[in-house]
Structure formats: C-alpha cells, structure tokens
C-alpha cells in the first residue's frame, strides 16, 4: 500500500506555503504530519487534504542544549490546528528567555525553516515553525 501522503510531499507543501494533511474518510479526522492511517479511527481511507495552518499554542519548553543545526537556546512548541490534529514545531519571534505562561492559548501559523546542511541528513532538512499571530 502505497502512502497518501509521504514526508517529502509534506514539507515540500509547507516550502510551498500549503499546509497538507489527511481527512479520514470514515470518521471525518484531519491528521498531521501525514501517517498510514486516521490518528483518530485507524482508518487507511484517507485522502490528501489542506489545512488552515492555524492554531493555537498548548504548550511548549525551552531547549537550553541543542542537537546540531538549531542554536540554543530555543522554544518546542505543540499546537492544536484549527481542524483537530496537534503538531510539533519551534516557536519563532519570541525570546526564549521570555518566554512564559502568557503564550498558552495564543493563536499561531505554522510556517517551516530550511536547516544549514547536516551531518546527519542524507539531504535537506526542513523544520515546522510557529509564530504568533
């Protein structure tokens, strides 16, 4: 069975300005990043679908020791997209010595950063990225 929806095409979208995700046929759940199945049901009928790109911030923690390619130190943040799924993604425009509890519940768009090449990748890396909106 082939994917839907791969991680290439994913992050290409985001490059693109879209924002791409899965609508579960069965029981209507969006879900992002893309997996095999409906996050919610389990289903693999799932098609490719966009999604707003907005959400709002649940919660986040500051890295103070970075892995290679990110500088420390920096915000990780999760945020519930409009349609339902939660994703994963570095907070930018905020300090991360400032930031506090205040960002809770705040209203986000996802955007996506290019990484320097890594020793690690095979090639690009591309990163999820938040700012507040």
Excluded at 29 to 45: L, N, Q
Excluded at 49 to 63: D, E, K, W
Aim: glycine share 12%; charged share 20%.
């Amino acid at each position: 069975m082939a994917y839907p929806l791969t991680g290439r095409q994913f992050y290409e979208g985001l490059k693109q300005g879209r924002l791409l995700g899965l609508k579960c046929e069965e029981c209507g759940a969006h879900t992002a990043p893309p997996k095999m199945a409906c996050a919610e049901c389990g289903s693999v009928s799932v098609t490719v679908t966009g999604l707003s790109g907005r959400g709002v911030l649940r919660t986040f923690t500051v890295v103070r020791v970075a892995p290679e390619g990110f500088q420390a130190p920096y915000i990780v943040a999760v945020s519930e997209l409009a349609e339902g799924p939660w994703l994963m993604g570095n907070l930018e425009g905020v300090a991360a010595d400032q930031a506090d509890e205040s960002l809770m519940g705040r209203q986000v768009r996802v955007g996506y950063r290019i990484l320097p090449p890594l020793d690690y990748a095979a090639g690009e890396v591309v990163t999820i990225t938040f700012s507040l909106e």
